[in-house]
Nanobody, 125 residues
Framework: VQLVESGGGLVQAGGSLRLSCAAS????????VGWFREAPGKEREGVSC??????????ANSVAGRFTISADIAKNTVTVYLQMDSLKPEDAAVYYC?????????????????WGQGTQVTIST
């Protein structure tokens, strides 16, 4: 399984960024793809996830209403997007894409089976 993230960068508070994750190489039928983030000195936390059929999404309370997850789904490959609007300084972190090889919400890091390399999101004030 390969996960390749892109789209991180520096943005002013109140601005927007869109992260992408190209996931490929898996053969399981049911899975979930999601985003986690890890800020310096903090534990990695779940941000959002989407099911393999795109019919179930989840958002952390801290990002609900500001972030939107979506996906282009094909057989054994999926590109997942995280549109981040109204960014706040506390959103700054390394964002990781992850896949669970089963139908479950990726709300905890231990639920993930595969990880991307991470992409840095920096918020200026």
């Amino acid at each position: 399984v390969q996960l390749v993230e892109s789209g991180g960068g520096l943005v002013q508070a109140g601005g927007s960024l869109r992260l992408s994750c190209a996931a490929s190489g898996f053969t399981f039928d049911d899975y979930a793809v999601g985003w986690f983030r890890e800020a310096p000195g903090k534990e990695r936390e779940g941000v959002s996830c989407i099911s393999s059929r795109g019919d179930d999404t989840w958002y952390a309370n801290s990002v609900a209403g500001r972030f939107t997850i979506s996906a282009d789904i094909a057989k054994n490959t999926v590109t997942v997007y995280l549109q981040m609007d109204s960014l706040k300084p506390e959103d700054a972190a390394v964002y990781y894409c992850a896949v669970a090889a089963r139908a479950r919400r990726l709300v905890r890091p231990r639920f993930a089976d595969y990880w991307g390399q991470g992409t840095q999101v920096t918020i200026s004030t």
